[in-house]
């Protein structure tokens, strides 16, 4: 048995918490599990080097910053190797170079390409634990890349993957994926399992448990992923292909504040208006999600849609720069909006769930701006200062806590 | 032109320094050189990694120290390139595995066995600066290696003389090498040129400036040094094989407290008996230095030597257990000693320095202890409070600030 477990930057932050690790990493090898660990650099360690290289050079070439900022993994997973040695156990820490993590060229946000195991089965052929930076990635060039935030997921997951790991832990400062934020809503109740595309929809949706990429790779590769907490026993969700299991008619709901919504009244309506508006905002590296459509007064129609709440000023200023070619009349928005998702793998043949949501949305009197769906998810967009409210009913509604 | 310049870790310890050492490169670079720059860890770097490697397990061993120290390193080039990118000069910082410095296998304590040269010298080609990561190799496991303390300026040798610089430029605190210690000698000259076997004895006498492997090297492969000060532009000291150059009588004078004394008394006067004094202080570490033999009273001789003072506990302690079977009466010893040197190379064609110089010593009342001497190299054991007095007698002597 084969088992990759990987730990976020706040696990390994001090001596105490590396021990921690440490142990529960050997309790795994000393019942006979071959184990590979990816780590992050410590604590805020990414960030002080970010901020050691905006002093020098706040324009820093990519390649160089990864060059800095790799040094973090290398520093945490040394450590870890002493700490599990001085415990007894044989460790051995591998950087990407050692391991021969081939990633693309891309620096500060660079995609595996190929992993190769060698070096790791031979070590663990020793019976040693391996020890893995995570986040890293070597380029055809010979030069260190970094994966951009939460790579270390991905490394975790590629190694899982290429070496026929039986199972991938990601530990985190959460007991796992839960059916909504427990800040948020009073009954909330962990997940035992839920299916890759329903932990994608989440993920996408906030619930930032998981680095998206990784569940990507972990479904492509058929991954076996168990998200739990490095503070606690707790069992975690697992994360896997829901082949026989029982698929609920909502796994969870997910709310996101960082949006905006904007109007175009009054475009012309004729074939590729739309296309242009947002082939427009696209070039200017503006996403786009919700995208709804009415028909408006004389020959002309309304497009609304909505944008990350960053995004939302560059996005009214380029609409009104290009306000003449895109023939639109007016553009209007509001910022205090709120998405409200359920996500669920069961949906799929059970068309009553959008009535449902709407029926525990209406009678707890919040008001629907626009809906959006997808095969696993509901999505609607309610005010912004009613978001905690609208969870709380949808949330009872599906009865989410039994 | 392609010339080598290392700079250690106090030239680097902050953006000020970093960016004063970046312009000076950029000089070169700028004047048409091909300029490859060789850089320790910033500062106290390499210090607080060992601190904390000390706090996780006090007996880590090498190979993860190794490990953790090589970050040190890649910190300090990549900031390097981005100071230079900064200052609209292409640059590329490389560590041991890009550049490929294969190593002997030892950790902590490594020599390099080969260095390629490809990638730096297609770096070169694109005309960038490029920067490599003193210190450190490659063994023959994949793993990170060390060269132990003043490894960047065996970088450095190892680099120019597989890259056929036309100079290897060492850059220290100190504007080169002086004839004497110049906070003791106030005559204390620089030397404008001196052989790499003199340079050899001063450096293991005391002279800080050089670490001995890398003018060894130097030697070897024939890479002309040049050492000079990061602060200033002060012309420094070339260090190289003196064929036509005159040969200076005497070229430095070398003080060394850090010795003690220890007399063996009354020892059986057979052969093997000196063999196996020394052979156990070997066995036990313990590094003797000059060595005096006299006869002693009834068919019995007295052996002294030095050792450094922190090995005088040890090596008394040795000597007492042993005093049986080594046929030792009487072990004493004296702290309150230090080693005087004078070193040149033209003292080996001329036979009164040994004369002159133990004149000067008399003629300001100094005691002489003991004598040993090699080709190019006397020294005597003075009183340690006589020390300051004895260099200046001995400096002035031989008229060395001429």
Redesign the interface.
Known sequence: MLVVKKFGGSSVAN?ER?FNVARRCIEDYRAGYDVVVVLSAMGDATDE?LA??G???P???K???D??L??GE??S???M???M??LDVPA??L?A??VRMHSTSRYGNARFKRVETE?ILHELDSRKIVIVTGFQGVNKY??VTTLGRGGSDTTAVALAAALHADRCEIYTDVDGVYTADPRVVRNARKIDTITYDEMLELASLGAKVLHNRSVEMAKKYNVELVVRSSLNRSEGTVVKEAKRMEKLLVTGVAADKNTARISVIGVVDKPGIAFRIFDTLAKNNINVDIILQSVGREGTKDISFTVASDDLGEAIRILEENKERLTIQEVTWNEDVAKLSVVGAGMMSNPGVAAKMFESLYNSRININMISTSEIRITVLVPKNEIDKAMNAVHDGFAMSD
């Open positions: 001596k590396i080097l050691l290289a002093t020098i050079n324009k820093a070439k390649r160089e910053l060059m800095l790799t040094t290398q520093v997973v040394s450590l190797a002493m700490a040695q001085s051995v820490s950087n170079f050692q070096r010979d030069d």
